[in-house]
């Protein structure tokens, strides 16, 4: 089942993001550049400052909160997709494109002409699966470490 983020649901999604990021595969990212991306799990007071800011969905299964994604709605970054993370042991499972299709919907009502995202080395075959290209290449610092991200743009028709 996916729904509206709620603020109770922000302690998990400190656990869904940590815990995605975390069991990456290590040929990918090295374990240094892992720790400087989430070298803990950030607060939950953290997480509702991020996601109350934004449009977010949650994916709920049984009784479990297993993975989110928000989508910034402020200008110049409206269309943003800014997270989008599932528990190790719920990915493969289409868990990403529902959430995905449940932001896409949102955002074409919503009159957006494209949405946007900075993918992971992880994330890009993903957004690529969803019909985003990439435009480009970001290189973040996160602790003393870089991090190779695509640029990836999809119109909405």
């Not at 803990?40 to 993975?67: F, H, M």
């Not at 009159?111 to 993903?126: D, E, Q, T, W």
Request: proline content about 4%; glycine content about 8%; aromatic content about 12%.
């Amino acid at each position: 089942m996916i729904r509206g983020f709620q603020p109770r649901d922000a302690a998990c999604i400190a656990g869904i993001y940590h815990n995605a990021i975390m069991n990456i595969d290590k040929q990918l990212y090295s374990p240094s550049q892992l720790q400087a991306w989430s070298a803990a799990p950030r607060s939950k007071r953290y997480w509702l400052g991020q996601l109350t800011q934004t449009q977010s969905w949650v994916v709920i299964q049984g009784e479990q909160c297993v993975g989110f994604i928000n989508c910034v709605t402020r200008y110049p970054e409206r269309g943003y997709i800014e997270h989008l993370y599932i528990l190790p042991q719920y990915q493969g499972r289409s868990l990403s494109k529902a959430l995905f299709q449940q932001l896409e919907q949102w955002a074409y009502c919503q009159g957006y002409p494209k949405l946007s995202a900075h993918a992971s080395k992880v994330s890009r075959p993903i957004f690529e699966h969803l019909g985003f290209r990439v435009s480009g290449k970001v290189y973040q610092q996160k602790r003393g470490q870089t991090l190779l991200c695509y640029e990836m743009e999809k119109q909405l028709d």
